[in-house]
Nanobody
């Protein structure tokens, strides 16, 4: 069982930066892969990026590659999403997710645990 809490959302001008933090709470040491998804109004929830918890290897959606950076702190059980060069189309609710299968998937239906989400708004 994993509980996830996101923080750090807010409003920013296009071209600016924001950092989101996901904090995981587990009874046992965290071994799940963790990822970020986002959902804009009227759209499907989409994969943003993820990190393999043990190896630290990251995967990104093409839409954010080169602009977003995911990192993790294994002692604090936190995952960070550094978002740079933000665009209005990045506006969405961002969700943290955890997956115990050991294979990162772009399909949100395969992720086991979810946070409540945090809003990111980018104005032009």
């Amino acid at each position: 069982q994993v509980q996830l809490v996101e923080s750090g959302g807010g409003k920013v001008m296009a071209g600016g930066s924001l950092t989101l933090i996901c904090t995981a709470s587990t009874v046992t040491p965290l071994t799940y892969d963790m990822g970020w998804f986002r959902q804009a109004p009227g759209k499907e929830r989409e994969f943003v990026g993820a990190i393999a918890w043990r190896a630290g290897v990251t995967t990104y959606a093409d839409s954010v590659k080169g602009r977003f950076i995911i990192s993790r702190d294994t002692t604090k059980m936190t995952m960070r999403l550094q978002m740079n060069s933000l665009k209005p189309e990045d506006t969405a609710t961002y969700y943290c997710a955890a997956d115990q299968r050991g294979t990162i998937s772009f399909d949100q239906r395969l992720w086991n645990y979810w946070g409540q989400g945090t809003q990111v708004t980018v104005s032009s």
